[in-house]
């Protein structure tokens, strides 16, 4: 596979192919294009011509042979189903080429039993796999069969020996949490998982911490997405509690409460408050705009990237955390608890 041959699949020129996959800043292509000519490149298994780019940059420095990963998405079914984790890899499989690895496949941990993904597993064509998201010991240890060099990142703590690049989701979600709080809201409902959760333990953290009772009929257990809030928020509205404020441990789920609670005819903020954690680019576009916790992903895949590496080619070999800084982007889905409103709801549920 040529450059022109991935210019003519991916419908642009050889020039465009050129700065996506050497990361050029000059006139950078849209992000659809990027993930076209993408998938291209990991599917066809391309790497780059290093003597002609050496040659050509006057280079005398020694050319490496090209090397592979692959990436398991270890919470989701459909890879391109979650904004997080697309970008995740994205970011991981960019920051590999530069060092002249491909992202030879990816897969999903449902997909282990399936009989032409465990082949690929089986056969070990890649130097490496970077496990993407939370996943328990039982599946560490399958890959650890198959893989020599394991890395995982994500935003839960894993107790085991690996490698490790996180953002820490407990605190990210007392910071959340804690932010409602200052603006005067007790009455803060769960949406998402629950189990093994990490962000809703930040969530019952921060509360007992202010000295609010967990009131169990604010939580409801669903999937992290769109149709999990969706669900969970109707579910606790419907309920008639006075509830002030939503916390979602993604902006996925997030987009989903916020869907219900507009069709239960609430404004936000002006009724309720919402917040969530991963700051996904659609955060900023919505309506209101999206208070989130930014977990900053592209940094995560680039370290995941270079670690896993630098443990393939020998750089290092006891295991490393690597803990990335988070932040509040505060915009318009929070604010000031109404007391006034509180009050009424309360009174009309006696």
Wanted: proline share 3%; net charge neutral; with cysteine.
């Amino acid at each position: 596979m040529t450059l022109k041959e991935i210019a003519a699949e991916a419908g642009v020129s050889i020039s465009t192919v050129s700065r996506v996959i050497n990361k050029s800043a000059k006139s950078p292509a849209s992000q659809d294009v990027q993930d076209r000519i993408w998938e291209i490149v990991r599917r066809t298994g391309y790497t780059p011509n290093n003597t002609a780019r050496q040659l050509k940059m006057g280079g005398k420095e020694h050319l490496k042979s090209s090397h592979s990963i692959a990436c398991l998405f270890a919470r989701i079914q459909d890879s391109e189903a979650d904004t997080f984790f697309t970008v995740l890899a994205r970011s991981i499989e960019k920051e590999a080429f530069k060092h002249n690895y491909i992202l030879k496949y990816t897969f999903t941990a449902f997909d282990v039993d399936h009989p032409g993904i465990f082949r690929l597993i089986s056969d070990n064509q890649v130097d490496g796999v970077a496990v993407l998201g939370r996943c328990d010991k039982q599946l560490l240890k399958f890959l650890k069969q198959y893989f020599q060099y394991v890395v995982y990142t994500g935003l839960n703590n894993l107790e085991a020996k690996y490698d490790q690049i996180i953002c820490d989701g407990f605190q990210a979600a007392v910071t959340a949490v804690e932010h409602l709080i200052k603006l005067g809201h007790s009455r803060i409902a769960y949406v998402g998982e629950t189990k093994n959760e990490n962000r809703y333990l930040g969530y019952c953290s921060a509360l007992n911490a202010a000295k609010i009772p967990l009131c169990r009929d604010l939580v409801v257990n669903v999937p992290l997405s769109s149709e999990g809030g969706y669900r969970g928020a109707d579910m606790i509205l419907k309920k008639d509690l006075p509830v002030t404020a939503f916390f979602c441990p993604n902006d996925v789920t997030a987009i989903g409460a916020m869907r219900a609670v507009k069709e239960h005819h609430l404004s936000i903020p002006q009724d309720v408050s919402l917040i969530s954690i991963d700051d996904i680019d659609t955060a900023q576009y919505l309506t209101p705009m999206l208070t989130t916790i930014h977990i900053p992903v592209e940094e995560m895949g680039q370290m995941t990237a270079k670690i896993l590496i630098d443990r393939i080619e020998g750089g290092h070999t006891l295991p490393i955390k690597v803990n990335l800084p988070y932040y509040l982007a505060g915009r318009e889905s929070c604010g000031a608890c109404k007391r006034e409103l509180l009050q009424t709801r309360s009174s009309l549920q006696k």
